[in-house]
């Protein structure tokens, strides 16, 4: 089964660090492009980040609110994705969701979702 | 940036209906333009991709077309399965868009 298992989500004060992990299983993740979304509770959804495939350099994009402070990566030997995310903020606080792109343009495989919460 | 506007942004039905949804891009995303479904607290699932095609396993009463900066999904004869939230993202160039979100409720 095609599936992608996020996990690293808390509860973390601003400034903070933490890193989220994306397992998949089911594909091999250095074939396709891979992104980070997230979604405040009860809004609606953004873009993140972006991690291009092996044939195309692992190179990256990054949403403007969080360039410089997360970073996106990959282990294919885990098969699986990262974000690093630094120097965190309140408006960070949302359910951040790992995501396969589908080669046409779309995103058709994503995971459950972990919440992160950033609080004072 | 590319703003993605949907509407209407909420929406009443019966089952049975037909409905539509619009979404407008404030400039040219040619056909990269997908649908998606949303119900609280699970993850979007893509519904149609490249303006008009479908995803495999989506029931066909779910369509979608249009092309350049107007696009549309239709839905025939919901179901009581299909009262969920709709957004529409383009791939045309970065950053990666979403529309604010059409809510349809019975």
């Known amino acids: 089964e095609v599936q992608l298992v996020e996990s690293g989500g808390g509860l973390l004060q601003p400034g903070g660090s933490l890193r989220l992990s994306c397992a998949a299983s089911?594909?091999?993740?250095?074939?396709?492009?891979m992104d980070w979304f997230r979604q405040v509770p009860g809004k609606g959804l953004e873009w993140v980040a972006r991690s291009r495939s092996k044939a195309r350099g692992y190179t990256t994009e990054y949403a403007a609110s969080v360039k410089g402070r997360f970073t996106i990566s990959r282990d294919d030997s885990k098969n699986s994705l990262y974000l690093q995310m630094n120097s965190l903020k309140t408006e960070d606080t949302a359910v951040y969701y790992c995501?396969?792109?589908?080669?046409?343009?779309?995103?058709?495989?994503w995971g459950q979702g972990t919440l992160v919460t950033v609080s004072s | 940036d590319i703003q993605l506007t949907q509407s209407p942004s909420f929406l009443s039905a019966s089952v049975g209906d037909r409905v539509t949804i619009t979404c407008r891009a404030s400039q040219g995303v040619n056909s990269y333009l997908a649908w998606f479904q949303q119900k609280p607290g699970k993850a979007p699932k893509l519904l149609i991709y490249?303006?008009?095609s479908l995803q495999s396993g989506v029931p066909s009463r779910f369509s979608g077309s249009g092309s350049g900066t107007e696009f549309t999904l239709t839905v025939n004869n919901l179901q009581p399965e299909d009262f969920a939230t709709y957004y529409c993202?383009?791939?045309?160039?970065?950053?990666?868009?979403f529309g604010q979100g059409t809510r349809l409720d019975i």
């Open positions: 490249t303006a008009s």
């Open positions: 995501a396969r792109d589908n080669s046409f343009f779309s995103f058709d495989v």
């Open positions: 089911g594909f091999t993740v250095s074939d396709h492009h």
């Open positions: 993202q383009h791939l045309n160039g970065y950053p990666i868009t």
